[in-house]
């Protein structure tokens, strides 16, 4: 069974498209907690 015959046509173009994200879940979601950072500093070199 093909995807287009499970989906209809306004869920795939939903499907193939980015959603709409705001300021508040940008920042949620991409800023980096002092977990991350800590994990992260664990690669850096000293160059």
């Given at each position: 069974?093909?995807?287009?015959?499970?989906?209809?046509?306004?869920?795939?173009?939903?499907?193939r498209s980015f959603p709409e994200i705001g300021r508040v879940e940008l920042i949620r979601h991409f800023t980096l907690t002092d977990a991350d950072e800590a994990f992260l500093g664990k690669f850096q070199s000293s160059c």
């Open positions: 069974m093909a995807t287009r015959d499970v989906f209809s046509e306004d869920e795939m173009a939903r499907l």
